[in-house]
């Protein structure tokens, strides 16, 4: 049994009763974003590299690697949640198949090659915040959720440096930085090839977007259909229960 420091606790994965992730209510406890964003991301069946960037405690890695035998990196700056990473891969018995960095994503050239990787995924910061006094009171989640330690370039130019070309890039966001995250993959020559917009009930605003580039990709965008988490009672709709429960 791996150890637990503080208020962590392990979880069930989702539906996956044989596997386990540590969470803790005031580091890090993975959200649905991760949840889509493992689901929307291609991966190859049988072998191949795959990145994970701003990986946490490692949850997407984790979801990944019950659709793909192809070996899984996981890149966490912060101390703390690479450790929770590497303690539930651990707890999973992953480690011939998932391995986690800890370290800064803008400086993984002498750690991780060059186009090395077949998909890169990524579940950045959300929110560009440059005073403190619009940072969360808790370290752990103002780094997580604020461009504190990277801004979305610094994501995307970490992507397009380590995604091999014709490689794919898949990224989770707010629908806010759609324009602001299409002209930075263009730039890094990251092609927009899909793009799913996420919405928390009928008649409500997108929240979310779900996004995936190519790289060295020619023009050819797909809007997919948009997905609807809960319905009007607050239960799931059959897509969200799908994606969430491991039946899709």
């Not at 303690?87 to 186009?115: C, E, F, P, T, V």
Request: aromatic share 8%.
């Amino acid at each position: 049994m791996v150890p637990l420091y503080g208020d962590e606790r392990i979880d069930y994965l989702l539906a996956e009763e044989y596997m386990h992730i540590i969470q803790s209510p005031s580091v890090f406890s993975f959200s649905l974003d991760a949840v889509l964003l493992a689901h929307f991301a291609y991966v190859p069946i049988k072998k191949g590299n795959i990145l994970d960037l701003c990986t946490g405690n490692g949850v997407i890695p984790l979801l990944l690697s019950r659709r793909t035998n192809a070996g899984l990196v996981g890149v966490e700056i912060q101390e703390r949640l690479a450790d929770m990473a590497k303690r539930s891969i651990a707890l999973n018995d992953m480690g011939d198949q998932i391995s986690i960095i800890q370290g800064d994503l803008r400086d993984m050239k002498s750690r991780l090659h060059h186009s090395a990787f077949d998909v890169v995924t990524c579940n950045p910061p959300y929110f560009p915040t440059p005073e403190k006094t619009e940072h969360n009171k808790n370290k752990h989640l103002t780094i997580a959720r604020h461009e504190v330690y990277c801004t979305l370039e610094d994501v995307v130019k970490a992507c397009k440096l380590h995604v091999r070309p014709g490689g794919k890039v898949a990224m989770v966001h707010r629908p806010g930085r759609l324009v602001d995250i299409m002209e930075l993959f263009r730039s890094y020559r990251l092609e927009p090839k899909r793009l799913q917009f996420v919405y928390p009930k009928y008649g409500r605003d997108a929240n979310m977007i779900l996004i995936e580039g190519v790289r060295d990709g020619k023009a050819d965008l797909k809007i997919l259909p948009p997905l609807y988490i809960y319905r009007d009672d607050n239960t799931y709709t059959k897509e969200a229960e799908g994606i969430i429960y491991g039946r899709q």
